[in-house]
C-alpha cells in the first residue's frame, strides 16, 4: 500500500506512509469487507458437509472440507493449530487433505516488488493504462506452483480493468470481458515484451 501513498489524498497518504502507527488501524478497516479481508489475513471457507443418510437420526460419522488460502504472515501449522483450538475436541480429527482431487499447495512464496521483472510490469502499466501500480496478494488459487522451481518472480497479474460487478463473473456463468479491455490486453503485453527485450 506504500506504493499508492503519492497518489492519495493527503489523509490516506498520512496512514499510508506511517503503518507503523496505522497498520492496527487499516487492518481493521480492510477485514470489513471479504474482497480485502482476504489481502490481509487467511480466509477459511466450509465448502463441503458429508454427514448422515436419514432425516430422522443422528449420523455415525461427519465430515468437513473446509479451505483455507493461507496469508503470507501465516504458516500451514498454524492454520491448522488455530483449527484445532477452535475445534477443541480430540474426537475431531484435523488433517490436510493431499490426494489427486484436491492437491496439497503450501503458500506461494512472496516475489519482489524492486527487480527488473516487475519494474517492467509497473511501467507497462504506466504506459498503457496511465495508473500507478503497487503489488498486492492475489488471493485466488494459481497453477503458479509449478513454476516456483523456474524462478523467484512470478506475478499473478492481469491487466484488465473490471469493475467490481464484473469481477463477480469469475469462474461463473458466462465470463467474459469487453472488447476493448481485450485490445487494451494487447497493447500491454505487446509493450511489456519490449520492454523485456531492451
Known sequence: ??????????????ILQNLWLFGGLLKRFLILTPPTAASVRTTTAVTKIN?????NSLPQSVKAYINHRVHPSDTVESV???D???VADDRIKVKILDNAK???????????STCKPYLWIEQ??????GHPTA?????????TCWYWDLSPNIYRFSPVVLTLNET?????????????????MVIYYTVLIKLSAE
Do not use: W
Request: glycine residues 6%.
Open 102 to 112: 484436491a492437491p496439497f499447495k503450501p503458500p506461494s512464496p512472496t516475489s519482489s
Open 135 to 143: 503489488p498486492s496478494l492475489c488471493i485466488g488459487n494459481t497453477d
Open 124 to 129: 507497462a502499466v504506466q504506459t498503457v493504462y
Open 84 to 86: 484445532r483450538k477452535i
Open 80 to 82: 491448522l493449530a488455530y
Open 51 to 55: 454427514g448422515g443418510e436419514k432425516l
Open 168 to 184: 463477480k463473473m469469475f469462474h461463473g456463468i458466462d465470463e467474459r470481458i469487453k472488447v476493448d479491455a481485450l485490445a487494451e
Open 1 to 14: 500500500l506504500e506504493h499508492l501513498a503519492p497518489y492519495c489524498s493527503f489523509s490516506l497518504r498520512m
